[in-house]
C-alpha cells in the first residue's frame, strides 16, 4: 500500500519542530555487540517508491548555542542501533568550517543531538574547509565512516573508523593527491557492505562521474581510472555522485540512491539538485537481464540511446504519486547477453527524479534548489530517507516498505 499524508497527521501539529535538544551522552553505550538495523527487515525491490516529504520538515536546523553547528546543518548520514535512528551531519559555523555531529531519535523524526561534534578538522588536508558530507556502514562490529576532508584548496576523500561512534580514528586520505595524479580531487564514497565473491569490498565515489575502488580491508583502496558511470539523462547532465550505501534488493543485486544537478534542459532549472535510483549487478548471471521484476514499458534500451517520457515539472516525485509505475526505468545494458558487473555499468536506473526540490526551505539557502540525499535506514516498516535541504538544513522522506 502506498503512503499516504495521512501516515503523519499524528505527527504534524501547527507548531514547528522547535530546535532539537541536547545532550553531553548518548542514549546508550554503543559496542560491537550493539544490535544493528531493523529487527523484521526486508530486502527492497528496484525502485523504492514512492517517498513522501515529511510534512514538519526541517527536523534538523543549525544551533547557534553551539559555535560549530551555528550556521548550517545538512547532508547526514544514517544509521538503526537499538531501534534508534542516528544521524551523523555535516555542521558549519560562522566560518563556514564542516564539522560532523551526531543526533539520535525514537520515531525518524524528533532528534537530541549531541552538545559536541564527533569529527573535526585536525589534519593539514583539513585545515580551513574541515570534514563534509558523511556516509557510514558497519562491517563486523566496526564503523567505517567515509567524509570528504577540504584544505580550502582540494577535497579529497577520506575515512575514519569507530566502535562506539564517538571515539574516532583517522586514517589517510584513499587516494594519492599533487600534480599528475588521477584522483587528487576526490569526494562521495558509497561502501557495499558485502564483499564480493572474490573477497574485495566495492565501493562507488565521485562528484561528477562515479568512479569504481575495491579493497581487501575497507582501509585501502584501488581504483578505476575508467568512470562507471557518466550523466545520461536531462535532469543529471551536469553531475551525478553517490548519496546512501548501496542496499540489497531481493533479487540480489544493489539499489543506489544517488544525487544529480542540471545544467537546465526541457524544464529543469539550471544547477538544480535531485535526487534518483539506479540498480547495481555483480554476480547475477546474464539471464536475469530477462526478470520479470526489470521489465519496463520503455523497453530494453542500451547507454547511448536517450530515454523517452521526462516530467519535469511534476510534483509527484515526492509528495503525490501513489502510483510507482509511473517512474519509468531503462537498462543500460550495451549489449546482449553482456554480464553486468561493477567493471560495466549500472543495470538501470529511473528516468526521472523522485526527489526535487519543492519547499521554500529546499529552493532558497546557503545553495538554492538542492536536495541532497545521503542516509537511507528502514525503521518499524518504513524507509527514512534523510537529506539535505539547500545546504542549509536537514529533511526526511518516508516510503512504505515493499
Given at each position: 500500500?502506498?503512503?499516504?499524508?495521512?501516515?503523519?497527521?499524528?505527527?504534524?501539529?501547527?507548531?514547528?519542530?522547535?530546535?532539537?535538544?541536547?545532550?553531553?551522552?548518548?542514549?546508550?553505550?554503543?559496542?560491537?555487540?550493539?544490535?544493528?538495523?531493523?529487527?523484521?527487515?526486508?530486502?527492497?525491490?528496484?525502485?523504492?517508491?514512492?517517498?513522501?516529504?515529511?510534512?514538519?520538515?526541517?527536523?534538523?536546523?543549525?544551533?547557534?548555542?553551539?559555535?560549530?553547528?551555528?550556521?548550517?546543518?545538512?547532508?547526514?548520514?544514517?544509521?538503526?542501533?537499538?531501534?534508534?535512528?542516528?544521524?551523523?551531519?555535516?555542521?558549519?559555523?560562522?566560518?563556514?568550517?564542516?564539522?560532523?555531529?551526531?543526533?539520535?531519535?525514537?520515531?525518524?523524526?524528533?532528534?537530541?543531538?549531541?552538545?559536541?561534534?564527533?569529527?573535526?578538522?585536525?589534519?593539514?588536508?583539513?585545515?580551513?574547509?574541515?570534514?563534509?558530507?558523511?556516509?557510514?556502514?558497519?562491517?563486523?562490529?566496526?564503523?567505517?565512516?567515509?567524509?570528504?576532508?577540504?584544505?580550502?584548496?582540494?577535497?579529497?576523500?577520506?575515512?575514519?573508523?569507530?566502535?562506539?561512534?564517538?571515539?574516532?580514528?583517522?586514517?589517510?586520505?584513499?587516494?594519492?593527491?599533487?600534480?599528475?595524479?588521477?584522483?587528487?580531487?576526490?569526494?562521495?564514497?558509497?561502501?557495499?557492505?558485502?564483499?564480493?565473491?572474490?573477497?574485495?569490498?566495492?565501493?562507488?565515489?565521485?562528484?561528477?562521474?562515479?568512479?569504481?575502488?575495491?579493497?581487501?580491508?575497507?582501509?585501502?583502496?584501488t581504483a578505476s581510472s575508467t568512470p562507471f558511470a557518466s550523466p545520461l539523462l536531462t535532469w543529471e547532465n551536469g553531475l551525478i555522485e553517490p548519496g546512501p550505501p548501496p542496499v540489497k534488493t531481493r533479487d540480489g543485486r544493489w539499489l543506489l540512491i544517488y544525487n544529480a544537478m542540471t545544467t537546465g534542459a526541457d524544464g529543469y532549472r539550471a544547477t538544480q539538485y535531485s535526487v534518483g535510483?539506479?540498480?547495481?549487478?555483480?554476480?547475477?548471471?546474464?539471464?536475469?537481464?530477462?526478470?520479470?521484476?526489470?521489465?519496463?514499458?520503455?523497453?530494453?534500451?542500451?547507454?547511448?540511446?536517450?530515454?523517452?517520457?521526462?516530467?519535469?515539472?511534476?510534483?509527484?516525485?515526492?509528495?503525490?504519486?501513489?502510483?510507482?509505475?509511473?517512474?519509468?526505468?531503462?537498462?543500460?545494458?550495451?549489449?546482449?547477453?553482456?554480464?553486468?558487473?561493477?567493471?560495466?555499468?549500472?543495470?538501470?536506473?529511473?528516468?526521472?527524479?523522485?526527489?526535487?526540490?519543492?519547499?521554500?526551505?529546499?529552493?532558497?539557502?546557503?545553495?538554492?534548489?538542492?536536495?541532497?540525499?545521503?542516509?537511507?535506514?528502514?525503521?518499524?516498516?518504513?524507509?527514512?530517507?534523510?537529506?539535505?535541504?539547500?545546504?542549509?538544513?536537514?529533511?526526511?522522506?518516508?516510503?512504505?516498505?515493499?
Amino acid at each position: 500500500m502506498a503512503l499516504s499524508l495521512s501516515h503523519f497527521a499524528s505527527c504534524s501539529s501547527s507548531s514547528p519542530i522547535p530546535i532539537a535538544l541536547s545532550s553531553d551522552s548518548l542514549p546508550f553505550s554503543i559496542t560491537k555487540s550493539t544490535t544493528e538495523g531493523d529487527p523484521n527487515y526486508t530486502a527492497p525491490l528496484f525502485p523504492i517508491l514512492p517517498f513522501h516529504k515529511y510534512p514538519q520538515n526541517p527536523i534538523l536546523t543549525a544551533n547557534p548555542d553551539h559555535d560549530w553547528e551555528s550556521a548550517y546543518v545538512y547532508n547526514p548520514a544514517a544509521l538503526v542501533l537499538n531501534e534508534t535512528i542516528f544521524l551523523l551531519y555535516r555542521a558549519q559555523n560562522a566560518s563556514k568550517t564542516s564539522s560532523i555531529g551526531l543526533a539520535w531519535s525514537s520515531d525518524g523524526y524528533h532528534f537530541t543531538r549531541l552538545s559536541r561534534p564527533i569529527l573535526h578538522a585536525t589534519e593539514p588536508w583539513e585545515a580551513g574547509g574541515g570534514t563534509e558530507d558523511p556516509r557510514i556502514v558497519r562491517v563486523n562490529g566496526t564503523f567505517y565512516l567515509t567524509y570528504t576532508a577540504y584544505d580550502l584548496g582540494t577535497p579529497r576523500l577520506c575515512i575514519a573508523t569507530s566502535e562506539d561512534l564517538v571515539q574516532w580514528t583517522k586514517h589517510n586520505p584513499l587516494f594519492q593527491s599533487g600534480p599528475g595524479t588521477i584522483f587528487d580531487h576526490s569526494k562521495s564514497g558509497a561502501i557495499i557492505t558485502k564483499p564480493s565473491p572474490d573477497g574485495l569490498y566495492h565501493m562507488f565515489f565521485g562528484d561528477s562521474v562515479f568512479y569504481h575502488a575495491t579493497s581487501p580491508d575497507l582501509l585501502n583502496w584501488t581504483a578505476s581510472s575508467t568512470p562507471f558511470a557518466s550523466p545520461l539523462l536531462t535532469w543529471e547532465n551536469g553531475l551525478i555522485e553517490p548519496g546512501p550505501p548501496p542496499v540489497k534488493t531481493r533479487d540480489g543485486r544493489w539499489l543506489l540512491i544517488y544525487n544529480a544537478m542540471t545544467t537546465g534542459a526541457d524544464g529543469y532549472r539550471a544547477t538544480q539538485y535531485s535526487v534518483g535510483q539506479m540498480l547495481l549487478d555483480i554476480e547475477n548471471p546474464a539471464s536475469s537481464q530477462s526478470s520479470t521484476s526489470l521489465s519496463s514499458a520503455s523497453g530494453r534500451m542500451n547507454a547511448e540511446q536517450i530515454p523517452i517520457n521526462h516530467n519535469p515539472h511534476s510534483q509527484s516525485h515526492s509528495d503525490s504519486d501513489s502510483d510507482s509505475n509511473k517512474h519509468r526505468y531503462h537498462h543500460t545494458v550495451g549489449l546482449v547477453g553482456k554480464v553486468p558487473s561493477f567493471t560495466d555499468r549500472p543495470f538501470a536506473r529511473l528516468e526521472t527524479p523522485f526527489l526535487v526540490p519543492t519547499t521554500p526551505e529546499e529552493e532558497s539557502g546557503q545553495v538554492d534548489l538542492v536536495v541532497f540525499a545521503e542516509g537511507l535506514v528502514q525503521f518499524r516498516g518504513k524507509w527514512f530517507l534523510y537529506y539535505g535541504q539547500a545546504d542549509q538544513s536537514i529533511g526526511v522522506a518516508v516510503a512504505d516498505v515493499q
